[in-house]
Nanobody, 124 residues
């Protein structure tokens, strides 16, 4: 199982930007698709964005479309989530996830590997 380590979270004000990173231990068939999810206190873990290691395909939740950008650095085995125009409702623990299949799926149960999460807090 691939190991994922997130970093880059923090406390920011509304309107600010943050970039999260997710370093994968290796590039294997177990992680053809990488995703970002988030979980706010008392809420279910929800999909944020996903991409394929091979090709340009990306997919976003409607709530972040136009503000967040998911990208990758194949040489570093790292996926990023650039978050702009942050809002207080973006406050959550953000998790990186990987799945072996090739579909850009949005359910957490479709992802087999998870990082430990990084806290993002946006103050108003």
């Amino acid at each position: 199982q691939v190991k994922l380590v997130e970093s880059g979270g923090g406390l920011v004000q509304a309107g600010d930007s943050l970039r999260l990173s997710c370093a994968a231990s290796e590039r294997t068939f177990t992680r053809n698709v990488m995703g970002w999810f988030r979980q706010a206190p008392g809420k279910e873990r929800e999909f944020v964005a996903a991409l394929k290691w091979s090709g340009p395909n990306t997919y976003y939740a409607d709530s972040v479309k136009g503000r967040f950008t998911i990208s990758k650095d194949n040489a570093k085995n790292t996926v990023y989530l650039q978050m702009n125009s942050l809002k207080p409702e973006d406050t959550a623990v953000y998790y990186c996830a990987a799945r072996a299949g090739f579909g850009l799926l949005t359910k957490k149960d479709d992802y087999g590997s998870w990082g430990q999460g990084t806290q993002v807090t946006v103050s108003s």
